[in-house]
């Protein structure tokens, strides 16, 4: 079982810069091998902005590629999505994600959601 609460949310301007953070805590913290970040907008499908396997290097979507960084504190159970030079696209609600194995079966944690607002 992992509980995860995510933080770093809010309104920035266009080519701002915003922090999010996700923590996971619970004793299924010990079987996490993916950590990473969805975002929806209204009207839209919910899409894989990031992800951070264990080891191998992270993966990004097409449109955040140069602009946003993930990076994992595996001591601390924390994944972070910096995000630069926003753009009014980057506006959705972003959900930090976690990936479990147990016995080779593959389980998704979600966070509740924290609202972007790129907007002038």
């Known amino acids: 079982q992992v509980q995860l609460v995510e933080s770093g949310g809010g309104l920035v301007q266009p080519g701002g810069s915003l922090t999010l953070s996700c923590a996971a805590s619970?004793?299924?913290?010990?079987?996490?091998?993916?950590m990473g970040w969805y975002r929806q907008a209204p009207g839209k499908q919910r899409e894989l902005v990031a992800e951070?396997?264990?080891?191998?290097?992270?993966k990004y979507a097409n449109s955040v590629k140069d602009r946003f960084t993930i990076s994992r504190d595996n001591t601390k159970n924390l994944v972070t999505l910096h995000m630069n030079n926003l753009t009014p696209e980057a506006t959705a609600v972003y959900y930090c994600?976690?990936?479990?194995?147990?016995?080779?079966?593959?389980?998704?944690?979600w966070g509740q959601g924290t609202q972007v607002t790129v907007s002038s």
């Open positions: 994600h976690i990936g479990v194995r147990v016995l080779d079966d593959d389980h998704a944690y």
């Open positions: 619970g004793n299924g913290v010990r079987n996490i091998y993916i």
């Open positions: 951070k396997p264990q080891i191998a290097r992270p």
